[in-house]
Nanobody, 121 residues
Framework: VQLQACGGGLVQAGGSLRLSCAASGRTSSGYYMAWFRQPPGKEREFVAGISWNGGSTYYADSLKGRFTISRDNAKNTMYLQMNSLKSEDTAVYYC???????????????WGQGTQVTVSS
């Protein structure tokens, strides 16, 4: 499966962005999908994950309540709605897919190319 993330950009603190991750190739509907981010100079970290049917969602504890993950299997697309953005949310955001739930970067065989999110204070 091939993944392509988009929707990043420059936003002021307190603003919102919605990221999208489009899947192509082998159908993505059976995959658990997730968002990760890599802030400047730091390691890549888990942001949120969603089960293959959207029935279960998982979030990094620090992001609960501000970020919402969703997916539309009919469109082969996953989303990340980010609200009340803070300067510390500045990072390259990546989407990823695998079979089975995980929060570990190394557990995901499929990755999108990343989209830059910059939050200005």
């Amino acid at each position: 499966v091939q993944l392509q993330a988009c929707g990043g950009g420059l936003v002021q603190a307190g603003g919102s962005l919605r990221l999208s991750c489009a899947a192509s190739g082998r159908t993505s509907s059976g995959y658990y999908m997730a968002w990760f981010r890599q802030p400047p100079g730091k390691e890549r970290e888990f942001v949120a994950g969603i089960s293959w049917n959207g029935g279960s969602t998982y979030y990094a504890d620090s992001l609960k309540g501000r970020f919402t993950i969703s997916r539309d299997n009919a469109k082969n697309t996953m989303y990340l709605q980010m609200n009340s953005l803070k300067s510390e949310d500045t990072a390259v955001y990546y989407c990823a897919a695998r079979f089975g739930t995980s929060r570990a970067v190394g557990a995901f065989p499929y990755w999108g190319q990343g989209t830059q999110v910059t939050v200005s204070s």
